[in-house]
């Protein structure tokens, strides 16, 4: 008995991938000695069930429209024995597509993901390079004035002070993260050509609002820059100088919830009487979920210091995205290209639609990045299985999933195929437009730093057994940071938009937060490092077949991933006009050198390390674009 399909093989799915509204795809599974072989489809809580034809060879067929609304369709095929044993072939064990498992009992399906064909995302965004930047641990300038602190607050004397840890110093029983450095949005002015140097084009800040907090993840006044920060002149001058040398500015909003000390919650008194947490007659008190007013409301992840905001609410919609000078447009018209979502797997899908519509009215290059940890395609929270990739949310998410692949292949815990899997079932599952947007990240303010992860020194729980500043060993630093140059390198080999978290480039580390949130080393960089990760990024600036060429991936041995780029025809996979042009990059994990042919040649890959390859001879590639999936 033989029952078979794979969904990355154009033989039985064509074509591949996410699809738009209204395409036809064609779906054909390998049944010999079986009969009465049926498709079954799930597709917004209703099933069907289509009878298959056969055509040649074992292969039965169904040409299948998709529906014209976009969604989730799910799919796995039914088939009788010659024992009337009901047999049914869906995804693989893991989920991840490719070839499918045959099972005595109905099994996961298959997804196929049906976007709005009108889906586009900004160009700048494939094209670009993003730099992470806390604000307070960049980079000051001039004097620094403890009047602009929250209170009890303070500043650190020396600039390369490790951060500070307080636990339970703070009456409602949470990390204070009141200890500052100084950094400042003048600061970051003064580093702009540096930073265009690297060749970045896009900024993204984390919170720089008021808030009593050095992470400003608690918003105190969305209206107002933290004045330890500046002033909104300051951010509009970084927004006109950031736009003289070509780069644009994301900002960071929060509005799954507030601060507790803010001037919607004001639960300390500090901005006068009002306040949903003080006055029932708050215009405020609407925004939050009271069990019992005023001490017991619903807040994130239960910090009291947290409290949830209901997002249906009008008048928060009408503040946050619709009046005419709301959050979203003020910003906006001040400089700014878009918005990364923090939580935005916590928040409802109806809202981030109406921001983005916003965004895009006020800015119809404007971006809408995610916060979410998994596949966007298929998120499940809540009780409620969302995609974010349809053409009416997100543009991009902090792809955490590829950097998990990357940092557990150079560490050797997962090896190539593993890796090419993952990705490859990343790439299945997402339009194109949403997979060369991608925020392909290796570090980020809530993860520890790359190097120290690379390193792989120790123990990474969630217990924080690490939560402490420390000094790494030469050797493990040296790992570290070879590792850092390979993963960058495939990270800007790959679609999406690379992101840098800033003073990983100079090679800072640290572990669990705060300790992952030290100040930039300036003066004391790795200056090769620095060098390296410039390189990278000036070869990946160069190279359109880098940014919105074809992809393959391949698994060269368990120690070797190879990524091959390509523009042919004059077009890249977005239909623009591109010259031809190929790309090639092999990573190496294993601690020793490995050796691989490509192209006719025989190439030697240093241990833990990424070599470029030169172009493929024409014989190297079937040209059945096919095999180029984008």
């Not at 494939?126 to 009047?147: A, F, H, K, T, W």
């Not at 950094?183 to 008021?210: A, Q």
């Not at 833990?608 to 984008?630: F, G, M, T």
Request: charge should be negative; aromatic fraction near 12%.
């Amino acid at each position: 008995m033989t029952f078979y399909h794979d969904s990355r093989d154009p033989l039985y799915r064509d074509p591949q991938g996410a699809a738009p509204c209204g395409q036809t795809v064609r779906l054909r599974v390998k049944a010999e000695e079986l009969h009465g072989v049926c498709l079954r489809l799930w597709w917004q809580e209703a099933e069907s069930v289509l009878p298959m034809c056969p055509i040649h060879g074992g292969l039965y067929e169904c040409q299948l429209k998709l529906p014209n609304t976009p969604g989730l369709l799910w799919y796995y095929f039914i088939a009788q024995d010659n024992r009337g044993r009901t047999r049914f072939l869906g995804n693989a064990a893991d989920g991840l597509g490719g070839a499918g498992q045959v099972r005595e009992e109905a099994p996961d399906g298959y997804q196929i993901t049906v976007f709005d064909p009108a889906y586009d995302t900004p160009r700048w965004m494939r094209d670009g390079v993003m730099l992470q930047i806390m604000v307070d641990r960049y980079c000051c300038s001039g004097e620094r004035d403890i009047r602009n602190l929250p209170p009890a607050s303070y500043y650190h004397i020396r600039w390369d002070d490790d951060p500070a840890l307080i636990i339970n110093d703070d009456k409602y029983g949470d990390n204070c993260n009141n200890d500052y450095f100084g950094g400042n949005l003048r600061g970051v002015i003064e580093k702009l050509d540096y930073i265009r140097s690297l060749g970045v084009t896009v900024l993204y800040f984390n919170p720089i609002f008021e808030a009593r907090s050095n992470h400003k993840y608690n918003t105190g006044d969305y209206m107002t820059i933290d004045p330890s920060f500046g002033t909104e002149a300051d951010f509009r001058r970084l927004c006109a100088e950031a736009k003289k040398r070509g780069m644009r500015v994301i900002l960071d909003g929060v509005f799954s919830h507030t601060g507790s000390d803010s001037l919607y919650f004001n639960r300390d008194g500090s901005y006068g009487p009002g306040g949903a947490y003080n006055d029932p007659s708050s215009p405020y008190r609407e925004w939050y979920r009271f069990r019992h007013w005023p001490d017991d409301y619903e807040c994130w992840w239960n910090f009291k210091t947290l409290p949830n905001v209901s997002e249906e609410t009008p008048s928060y919609q009408d503040f946050i995205i619709d009046r005419d000078d709301s959050v979203i447009a003020h910003w906006l018209r001040a400089g700014a290209a878009g918005w990364r979502l923090d939580v935005a797997d916590e928040l409802p899908m109806a809202f981030i639609r109406k921001l983005r519509r916003r965004i895009r009215r006020e800015r119809p290059d404007g971006a809408l990045i995610g916060e979410v940890w998994e596949d966007p395609t298929n998120k499940v929270a809540y009780g409620e299985m969302r995609c974010y990739c349809l053409g009416d949310t997100l543009d991009s998410c902090m792809n955490y999933p590829l950097r998990d692949a990357i940092v557990e292949f150079l560490c050797c815990r997962a090896d190539a195929f593993a890796l090419v899997r993952k990705m490859e079932s990343l790439r299945e599952n997402m339009p194109a437009p949403f997979l060369y947007s991608e925020m392909n990240l290796l570090g980020s303010h809530d993860t520890p730093r790359i190097i120290s992860m690379l390193a792989d020194i120790g123990d990474m729980a969630p217990d924080r057994v690490y939560r402490h500043p420390f000094a790494m060993d030469p050797e493990d630093y040296a790992r570290g940071r070879r590792r850092l140059i390979a993963a960058w390198a495939l990270v800007c080999a790959l679609p999406g938009m690379p992101c840098l978290y800033y003073g990983d480039e100079a090679g800072l580390t640290g572990m669990a937060d705060p300790y992952n949130r030290a100040t930039y080393p300036w003066g004391r960089e790795d200056a090769e490092l620095v060098s390296a990760i410039r390189g990278i990024i000036q070869d990946r600036m160069s190279a359109p077949a880098l940014r919105t060429g074809d992809l393959k991936l391949s698994a060269i041995g368990p120690d070797v991933v190879l990524v091959e780029r390509r523009i042919s025809g004059g077009r890249d996979v977005f239909g623009a006009p591109a010259q031809d042009q190929s790309r090639a990059l092999a990573v190496n994990r294993c601690g020793e050198q490995r050796r691989i042919e490509y192209g006719g040649r025989v190439y030697e890959i240093p241990p833990e390390s990424a070599l470029r390859l030169e172009p493929a001879q024409p014989n190297r590639h079937d040209d059945n674009r096919e095999n180029w999936r984008n």
